[in-house]
């Protein structure tokens, strides 16, 4: 189960730290990704991190922007947002593996405001 946290309306500029929590697989052992969709439009791959935390990814749409991080020990995925624009505003979900195809959980509302 992923469970998605954190989001909020804010005004550009400012920032927000997404939580995942994780639970009922071994989440250590599995990379991770955080995707987003806003209405009407397809799933953005947003960033990806390895098992243990040393590689990732993200895209040029976020990179300078977002940073993605991980707890094995808590078994929690992180997305530290700054410098949120308007068009940041979307649900945002934690997945399962490298990519934006797994498992997602319920997301969690990021709405930027001017």
């Known amino acids: 189960q992923l469970v998605e946290s954190g989001g909020g309306m804010v005004q550009a500029g400012e920032s927000l730290r997404l939580s995942c929590a994780a639970s009922?697989?071994?989440?250590?052992?599995?990379?991770m990704s955080w995707i987003r969709q806003a209405p009407g439009s397809e799933a953005e791959w947003l960033s990806a991190?390895?098992?243990?935390?040393?590689?990732?990814y993200t895209s040029d749409s976020v990179k300078g922007r977002f940073t993605i991080s991980r707890d094995n020990d808590k078994n929690m995925l992180y997305l530290q947002m700054d410098n949120l624009k308007l068009e940041d505003t979307a649900v945002y979900y934690c997945?399962?593996?490298?990519?934006?195809?797994?498992?997602r959980g319920r997301g969690t509302q990021v709405t930027v405001t001017s």
């Open positions: 009922g697989f071994a989440f250590s052992s599995v990379e």
């Open positions: 997945v399962k593996g490298w990519g934006p195809w797994g498992t």
């Open positions: 991190i390895a098992t243990g935390g040393r590689a990732s």
